[in-house]
């Protein structure tokens, strides 16, 4: 699926990867295993996958597990799942941890090389000193002592506890990241893969540059708000005395009013405030398709994109705009009236009798099947349309549906739909005649269960139905 539409929405990606030459590339999307892919996400992993395919290069799959205090294995199994839902093709999965032990001897070759150092500053003095470009008191420490502490940090020991390893760079740069960023901190916390072996950990950016290099890849893709990093990048890669990683920036995809901090997001789950990470009302890939997102949609509009530098806040109405496009000929039609203010209508000439008739579930799209539809005189209608009811008058298809200003981020509507929903399984994509469109989230089980629907969004206007 997610082949086909590179390929169809190729133009939209139509730049060169500096220096790539067809069959040597290799990429990798390196999530963090510390939430669920968000949208946000999206645009880096099909970014990757487009030149790893324009290139017949490889694509990996790296866990960039080094913060045991926020990531899990649940975290690795559904990211796993998100990634295999984008119809994201890769080579191979790593892990970061993979290379704990290489990355722990580089630490300590630097270390002899006067390339590193331990500073055992308080934190907040730490930033402060960085911001202003004043050299740490531990900066010119022997290498002797900076291994005697390296071995304290390693055992964990209280003295231990109270350093960090930092890179040797230049404190007086205008770049503040390069003004002796961290290499190292100790963190007691089991990790998910290796429990309890290590006390201390590589950060982000000493740990993303050595493991580019050593497994081959060739250009790292990474969005612009790490632009003020990638001279960082290539100085620890050079004092590490390792193979050059090409960067190439793209610009991070934002959704207005819209949270896409893992960090805010896990907040909302662990305060029970949504259902879970596959909260609809979430902008994870989970949510977003148990709203009733096709993915087809999703693909299309991160394409739509394109691979431009350029700030991108975009607008949700347009990935729903595209979504109405793929679901609206295809999805079957089916009745419901709310349940509160319902009215009974006499239909004077309608049949004495009650009788079925089989009909399609769209009238253009034969595979959406049929149902069996019960005519009768007396039926159920919203109380709104039975306002505008007068006596002689046919009902009309193809109305528009009421647009129901709804300022809450869930509502619960009670209704009463034709009998063939009950047929309905998970997943499925329906169109209630005049109310809008829906995923059923929950299927018929007993008449004292009801069905649960979720509005989709069309991308126009407010659904009546939340």
Known sequence: MGQSFLKENAAAFEVDLPGAKIGEVC??????????????????????????HRYKGQLLIRFDDTNPSKESNEFVENLLKDIETLGIKYDT??????????????????????KAYVDDTRRE??????????????????IVENLALWKEMIAGSERGMQCCLRGKLDMKDLNKSLRDPV???????????????????????????????????????????????NAQYHRILEDMGLRKVQIYEFSRLNMVYTLLSKRKLLWFVQNGKVEGWDDPRFPTVQGIVRRGLKIEALIQFILQQGASKNLNLMEWDKLWTINKKIIDPICPR????????????????????????????????E??????????????????????????????EGEDFLDNLNPCTRR?????????????????????????Y?????????????????AIPDGRQQTSWN
């Open 93 to 114: 999965v790593t892990y970061t941890s993979d290379y704990f032990p290489q990355l722990m001897k580089m630490a300590e070759s630097l270390i002899h090389k006067g």
């Open 183 to 229: 290499y190292y901190r100790f963190n007691p916390d089991p990790h998910h893969r290796i429990g309890s072996k290590y006390k201390v950990y590589p950060t982000y950016d000493f740990a993303c540059p050595f493991v580019d290099s050593i497994e081959g890849v060739t250009h790292a893709l990474r969005s612009s708000e790490y632009h003020d990093r």
């Open 438 to 454: 829906y995923r059923c989230d929950v299927p018929f089980l007993r008449p004292s269960k009801p069905i649960v629907l979720f």
């Open 27 to 52: 990429l990798r999307f390196a999530p963090e295993p510390s939430g669920y892919l968000h949208i946000g996400h999206t645009k880096a992993a099909l970014l990757n996958q487009y030149f790893a």
């Open 412 to 436: 619960e509507t009670s209704a009463l739909g034709d009998s063939n929903m009950r047929n309905l399984k998970r997943g499925e994509i329906l169109q209630l005649e005049r109310k809008g």
């Open 367 to 396: 595979r959406a099947g049929t149902k069996a539809t019960t005519y009768t005189k007396r039926i159920w209608i919203d109380y709104a349309d039975a306002l505008s009811v007068t006596e002689g008058e046919e009902l009309e």
């Open 334 to 365: 089916h009745t419901a009236v709310l349940e509160e203010n319902r009215v009974m209508l006499l239909l004077t000439d309608g049949p004495e009798k009650p009788f079925v008739r089989i009909i399609p579930r769209h009238k253009k799209f």
């Open 125 to 142: 003095q730490m930033q402060k000193e960085r911001m202003e470009g004043i050299e740490s008191r531990c900066r010119n420490n022997t």
